[in-house]
């Protein structure tokens, strides 16, 4: 990890903006001894929680609270840190931070101390994005799943692929060293059978990653349709809530409505929009344009239809605007009120490129499936246990290791191309956690490897 570690004292509010019963001034670097001493008359002892009066230069009381000091390298930043627990008002926090800074301490920049934990090798990459993740998770499940992150428990899979990845290459590049011998090294050292072990274990932590990203970003559903096919009800029985207006009026609803709800602790962003028809209403034709823009960016679209009337010309037409990628699923609703449905009941139909639910958005019968169903076609499985928090490079890193280790086991008989594969692979997975880089592999070779023998 080649970075220069910082030589200056940093200072901020730890806690968030506005009123409270407790606020806490963080203060990490080489001047935290002599501000706390400042701050305190002295520095308290280490790790030992001090209820002590916090002053300004003249003697004044800012306020008393809890102050606790932890030196280096046994704290968050791996820097001394201060940490000053006063009363949460807005004021009172301004001037204590500005006390510390009077002392020779600067306003921290936005994740400046975490920067530091991971410079100081306190947390890695993966970690420290955690940090952000744990702060600002929006369920439960995904509250559990940014603490796993931060844990280390993510790191810890991929360090552990790492690490056999590294390796095979070692055994690999070996190999190249010995072109004259008549000794088939890749068939003796098991190559395809470690690469092979290598590919199951990361199709294992890619699928929890998968689903740890789908906790952090949720998904986008979009709900497409006619007017009057019950948009607005089945956005309502999503929410539990009313949200948005229903009546029997046809094009009631002139916008796009977003609401996020929850299934199972996955965030949805569901997307009610103005019924889609032909229109000389300036409103409405305003209303329809932002559905399209609003299915461009959707992961699932609900084509609602009325179950009387089945799927028409007009729905085909409104399928073939919806992009290819997107996933779809044909909601025949009001079943409760057609004559031809009056006997069926909570029904999902399923092909090979085609999903159909018959429901009742009114009524409520048949939202379970479809609940299921949201979370079945965006990936995700109902056992949440190990599941990391994920982000979106986390899994493009994941994707391109397993596009290249495929390519190394597909040319296993050539040792110079999977020793490559190899060493790309190698490269994308340490971006996770920003341990491993290129000039760290010599170092593995030598002291790992012994090539006389």
């Known amino acids: ?24 001034v963080r203060v990490s670097g080489p001047a935290a001894n002599s ?8 520095c308290p002892a280490a790790r030992y929680a001090a209820y002590l009066d916090f002053k300004q230069a003249n003697g004044d009381l800012i306020d008393r609270g809890i102050a606790i000091f932890y030196p280096n390298p046994h704290s968050y930043t791996g820097e001394d840190v201060l940490e000053l627990q006063a009363h949460g008002g807005t004021a009172l926090m301004q001037i204590l931070l500005a006390r510390c800074i009077e002392l020779g301490a600067r306003q921290a ?57 590294i390796d095979l290459r070692m055994f690999v590049e070996a190999c190249l060293d010995f072109p004259e011998e008549e000794i088939d090294f ?26 740890g990203s789908l906790l952090r970003e949720g998904i986008n559903v979009v ?41 199972n602790g996955v965030p949805l962003h569901v997307i009610d929009t103005a019924g889609l028809r032909e229109t000389d209403d300036e409103v409405e034709k305003f209303g329809i344009e932002r559905t399209w823009r609003a299915a461009q960016s959707a992961n699932i679209a609900l084509l609602l239809i009325d179950a009387a009337h089945g799927i028409t010309t ?79 490079r986390h899994l493009d890193a994941l994707i391109q290791v397993q596009a290249h280790l495929q390519l190394a086991s597909e040319q296993i008989n050539s040792a110079e191309l999977v020793a490559e594969e190899l060493r790309i692979s190698q490269e994308a997975l340490s971006s996770i956690t920003g341990e491993f880089t290129p000039d760290d592999l010599l170092g593995e070779i030598f002291s790992k490897f012994c090539i006389g023998k």
């Open 1 to 24: 990890m080649a970075s220069t570690k910082p030589l200056d004292t940093i200072a901020a509010i730890a806690t968030a903006s506005g009123a409270g019963g407790i606020g806490v």
């Open 35 to 42: 501000i706390a001493t400042g701050v305190l008359g002295h």
């Open 109 to 165: 920049e936005p994740g400046e101390f975490t920067r530091r934990a991971y410079l100081n090798d306190k947390i890695d990459l993966a970690q420290a994005e955690a940090v952000a993740d744990v702060i600002n998770a929006a369920t439960a499940e995904a509250a559990k799943s940014a603490v796993r992150s931060l844990s280390g428990e993510f790191s810890q899979r991929i360090n552990t692929l790492l690490l056999k990845l």
């Open 186 to 211: 890749i068939t003796q050292g098991r190559v395809a059978d470690k690469l092979a072990a290598i590919i199951v274990e990361l199709n294992s932590v890619f699928a929890k990653a998968k689903q």
């Open 223 to 263: 709900l497409v349709g006619q007017p009057n096919v019950g948009k607005s009800s089945l956005m309502n029985q999503l929410a539990g809530e009313e949200i948005a207006i229903v009546t029997s009026i046809a094009g009631t609803t002139r916008d796009t409505i977003k609401n996020a709800i929850q299934i």
């Open 314 to 392: 007009t729905e085909e037409s409104i399928l073939a605007r919806l992009p290819r990628e997107i996933r779809k699923i044909w909601v025949h609703n009001k079943i409760d009120a057609s004559d031809q449905m009056a006997q069926v009941k909570e029904i999902v139909q399923e092909n090979e490129s085609t999903t159909h639910i018959y429901l009742s958005a009114k009524t409520g019968l048949g939202m379970d499936l479809l609940k299921i169903e949201l979370l079945k076609l965006a990936g995700y499985e109902n056992n949440s246990e190990g599941v990391f928090m994920a982000r979106a």
